[in-house]
């Protein structure tokens, strides 16, 4: 939809306001429930233009959880032709604040299909958590769930090993 947009500029009182909804609602939009090695990882990521709304949401989750939330903003640069530079906020380094993240999530009300990614990948991380993705049946129940999972968002998240 914004293809054809070239101001970018938001006016100079233009304040940016996070709740838990709100969020929600960006996460069921733009959000990606991945898997990486023997951890689960949640990434957003935004345009540079828009790398202040992904700041803004870090803060809203250290304000929340405080120094407990590691979370990461990362700056890329274009590696195609017509590739813009992009920003990505990244959560997964810790189990911790993987638990944080789901205390947040699970209780409110998600409105779309992304709703079953979150719930497979609680199940995955409840798996990993527990070290019951190394016996051969874990391996095959997190084998199914990520086969159902939108991963369209971080194919290169997708693979679990011992």
Known sequence: MNKARVDFKL??????????????????????FGVNDVSVNFTLAQTAVNRDILVHIKDYLVSLFGDNMIISLIDYKPNKLKQNPYTKLYIGKSNHTAFLFISLLKDLSWLSLKRLDFIYWVIIYILVYEGKHIPPEGKDIIGKLKSKMGIQCNINNQEISQ
């Open 11 to 32: 006016p100079e009182n233009h304040k940016i306001t996070i709740t838990n909804e709100w969020l929600l609602g960006f996460i069921e939009g733009e959000g990606c």
